[in-house]
């Protein structure tokens, strides 16, 4: 336990990845690299409990909000985000973060707050796409891009045309690419990948590397590519075996709107990119 951790004392409760979290709210000096944030306000998680029926642990040890700063007083209840408490602290200079993600457990990732690495990134080929308000409700003040278009590299393509206003939620918080239902199920016959659980389907890992790409066409015709070695997790099974789980997933399954209004677009499709967050400037740039 922390020297400088106090108990803030309420009770505080969420739901996350499927599973409901309780516990208290307390209060440290929090260390990221070479940044410290004194006295931030944290949830304290007590008790975690699957919520939904096939919910899946992932194991982690905790919870590193990445929320943008409009966020703080709605989405969870009042307490600062982390990128907030940064800016104001003086420790960035604006709300923003880049992202490497590692494609499997053999590799390493980077997060930087306020700056980018320039051994991975290069701005002069960066993709722009400005970050836009949804009209849905649901999805308001969330990291929404426009989108327009998604596209399976089969020998008989799979084309979805999304509406005209449609955009896709970039989601930092789950690894699943939610599509419309239709569309996924289509993409899962494609690949042959078996349905072993609710919301659980398997490829042989061997077969990863032979398997197409999917694209998405995002802001104003903007083309994004991902593998099969993207759009496929390795994941450890009860049993100690590994398994190639696909993170397709349909929009019923998810609650999503099933008229291709809105995409979602999580941890999958960005480790295949090295990704900046400007909330300041309202853009998210990948390479």
């Known amino acids: 336990m922390s020297s400088t951790a106090t108990s803030d004392g309420r009770y505080h409760s969420t739901t996350f990845m499927g599973e409901n ?35 899946w642990n992932y194991g982690y040890d905790g919870v590193l909000g990445l929320a943008p700063p409009s966020l703080h007083r709605t989405y969870s209840k ?13 420790e960035i200079d604006a709300p923003s973060f880049s992202l490497h993600l590692p494609r499997n457990a053999r590799e390493e990732g980077e997060l930087r707050f306020g700056r980018t690495n320039p051994d991975l ?77 609710p919301g659980f389907y398997f490829v042989p890992c061997e077969r990863r590397a032979q398997l197409p790409s999917l694209t998405f066409e995002l802001g104003d015709g903007a083309v994004f590519t991902v593998s099969a070695l993207e759009y496929t997790q390795e994941v450890e099974w009860s049993d100690k075996s590994r398994r190639c789980k696909s993170t397709i997933m349909g929009a019923a399954e998810f609650g999503f709107p099933g008229d291709g209004s809105i995409i979602g677009l999580g941890t999958s499709f960005l480790r295949a990119f090295y990704s900046t967050f400007d909330y300041g400037k309202k853009q998210i740039q990948f390479e």
Request: proline share 6%; glycine share 8%.
């Open 21 to 55: 979290l309780s516990g208290f709210l307390s209060r440290d000096n929090v260390h990221l690299g070479n940044h410290m944030v004194r006295d931030l306000v944290f949830e304290e998680w007590t008790d975690a409990t699957l919520g939904v029926i096939g919910g």
């Open 78 to 90: 009042g307490l600062p985000s982390l990128l907030s408490a940064l800016e104001a602290s003086g």
């Open 121 to 197: 990134y290069q701005p002069r080929s960066a993709l722009t796409l400005p970050i836009v308000n949804a009209t849905n409700g649901w999805f308001k003040n969330q990291t929404v891009v426009p989108a327009s278009r998604v596209s399976f590299d089969t020998p008989k393509p799979l084309n979805l045309t999304l509406k005209a206003d449609a955009v896709a939620l970039i989601d930092l918080t789950a690894p699943d690419i939610i599509l419309p239902q239709d569309y996924a199920d289509n993409f899962t016959a494609a690949i042959g990948a078996s349905k072993e659980y």
